[in-house]
């Protein structure tokens, strides 16, 4: 079965009517079926199936073993996202386990294809969430306490899907058993389109993280109240976005986004009481990162004072900049002859891993460079040199 194939049989699951695109959230019903038709698909092809304690599904090729050839990515996306952010790495794993076995390989190394659950975010706002479980990179009780936009718990979530919240949290068995892991990701920019290459190899990942910023003012009467009166939250969170832009331009090679603004209580007619905003920054370490933040964050004081309000910043997560394992980036390359080896921006479950286990990532050419968008894309044919591709680095690595 092709990549493509694959990727249109969950072509409607979580398709989202408005905001284009698919929403597909950790552990929500579009998750669920998503989770189901994986299984489905590692079992047509005699793969064994479990489920860890925080979540992920593994797919065994033989039986589960230490020093593991591991590859995958995830099923969930960001509120009206792409078709193949996530889904392209889990499709193009089973086909490449296909096509080894067309190629007669047997592996000498146990391997893995694996689903880590709520990489976006999403659902409880904490991007990797799965793997930064995995690895103890957040507590337990804290991860469990977060909550979706309807107050359900990760833990009502976990318990909903037939999963012991009392297990989660750092596992070392499914750690241990991980000697490699590669993830296939489509590209999300334009570096495979402007070197002309359909396949490529990551180079590191932006230091990045998210801060929610919280602006407390005075709700009132959107017609009683005379403009001077005015306490209105809305004013210094505009101002924010403004800000943002303005600082992360100011550092080389930074970025600053402000994708959600909640006001509360959100009516037309009604000057909010507060408003909560969520900032995305990234540069290409730590000390340029923390440096965009901290400018942010002064001028976020700054406007809240001038229009009489409050401000509170709380950091939600946060990733330093990781850089691949060099000597298994250039094996790789050097398997798939020379492909580019490029950075990205964007934060992935191999990113979390990075820190651990030897981790490599792959990339498949998006000629749009849009991705977290419904433009996203990546052509039948790209997707296939992709499977390919990841094919002969797992036979490379558990031959």
């Known amino acids: 079965m092709s990549v493509a194939a694959l990727l249109g049989a969950i072509s409607a699951v979580g ?106 975010g999403g659902r409880f706002g904490l991007a ?54 590669v993830e296939l990701h489509v590209e999300q920019g334009r570096g495979l389109v402007d070197l002309d290459a359909p396949v490529g190899v990551a180079h590191s990942i932006l230091a990045h993280g998210r801060w929610r910023l919280r602006f407390t003012g005075e709700g009132n009467h959107a017609g009683a109240t005379l403009m001077a009166d005015r306490r209105d939250p809305m004013v210094p969170a505009a101002g924010l976005v403004l800000a943002a832009r303005r600082a992360a331009t100011a550092i080389a090679g930074s970025r600053a986004t402000v994708g959600r603004i909640v006001p509360v209580p959100g009516g037309t007619n009604v000057i909010p009481s507060t408003v909560d905003l969520w900032l995305d920054a990234r540069a290409g370490d730590d000390l340029r990162t923390r440096a965009v933040v901290a400018e942010i964050e002064a001028a976020a004081r700054e406007l809240a004072a001038d229009e009489g309000c409050a401000v509170t910043v709380t950091e939600e997560s946060y990733g330093d900049a990781v850089v691949f394992d060099a000597a298994l980036r250039e094996e790789l390359s050097g398997v798939l002859g020379g492909v580019p080896d490029l950075p990205t921006g964007a934060g992935h479950d191999a990113g979390i891993l990075a820190a651990h286990v030897p981790t490599a990532m792959l990339f498949v050419r998006n000629p749009t460079g849009v991705s977290h968008a419904p433009e996203e894309f990546a052509s039948d044919a790209d997707c296939e040199a992709g499977a390919r591709a990841l094919a002969d680095v797992l036979a490379h690595l558990a031959r």
């Open 128 to 181: 990797c969430l799965g793997s930064r479980l995995m690895t103890g990179a957040v507590g337990t009780a804290a991860a469990l306490r977060l909550s979706d936009p309807d107050g359900v718990t990760l833990a009502d979530a976990l318990a909903s899907a037939g999963l012991d919240p009392a297990h989660v949290g750092r596992d070392e068995r499914a750690l241990s058993r991980i000697g490699v892991f």
């Open 15 to 120: 398709a989202d009517g408005r905001r284009g695109g698919f929403s597909r959230h950790g552990f929500d019903s579009a998750d669920m079926e998503l989770r189901a038709w994986f299984t489905e698909e590692a079992a047509r092809r005699g793969l064994a199936v479990e489920t860890d304690r925080n979540g992920a599904l593994w797919a065994w090729w033989g039986e589960p073993g230490d020093d593991a050839v591991v590859t995958g990515s995830h099923l969930d996306s960001v509120p009206g996202g792409g078709a193949y952010d996530g889904p392209l790495g889990v499709a193009a794993a089973l086909v490449a386990v296909d096509l080894l076995r067309e190629r007669g390989f047997t592996p000498n190394r146990p391997l893995a294809v694996t689903v880590f659950p709520e990489e976006e």
